[in-house]
């Protein structure tokens, strides 16, 4: 016989059905602490329990001083679950981060045609810019270097308007940069590589290849491949 839910997880579950029920939207507010007690039939204790349960998942937002809100249904508790799981598996030498790896570059490499279709000139523009700022910072500026990274990926997935997709994308990026500090450190040659292939990805997409752009996704993911694999050696990791 299955367990009875735990008064929290009662509330919980009240407090989402009543934003469905009212089609609130991210950002719309909710009734007050008060007002939920009278509406749900719970106790403020229950309702501040349901509450931060519901804020660690982004599915609301306190704003101290003002109010409880819908959140913003990011994957913020995504990320964090799965960088977690990162951070353990050196002992099981990272496959959480090889699997996270590879589910990225499927994304890129199965949304290709969409991509290629989507993208206008100045996005393309925009993303040789990124690829041209990338470059002048180099590994010296490791954080600035990540962060043309994350953007140019960000707007390559941007057109496609699918938010899920473009969340996805970036969480999955969130994760591997909190993880990927307990890997070896990037190269020079990692660093030309990762640079000349982000320039093959837009040259494709410019021409409109479709397995070019492929080829320059797989190349682009190599150089992480090259680091996972290095620490599944004998002396490659701690």
Known sequence: MAARPSLRQEVTE????YILDNQLEPGDPLPSEAELCAALGASRSSIREAVKTLAVLDIVEVRRGHG????????SAL????A???LLSPKDDFRTLSELVEVRELIERGMAERILATLSPADLDALDALVDDMGRRGAHDGEGFAGCDRAFHERLMEPLDNKLVGQLSLAFWD???LVAPQLQGISAKDEADTIADHRAIVRAAREGDADGFVRAIAGHYAPV?????????PGGGE
């Open 68 to 75: 409880t809100y819908v959140g913003r249904l990011s994957l």
């Open 225 to 233: 491949r090259r680091r996972l694999a290095a620490v599944r050696v």
């Open 14 to 17: 009240a407090i989402k059905s």
């Open 84 to 86: 977690f799981r990162g």
């Open 79 to 82: 990320v964090e679950g799965l």
């Open 175 to 177: 994760v591997y940069a």
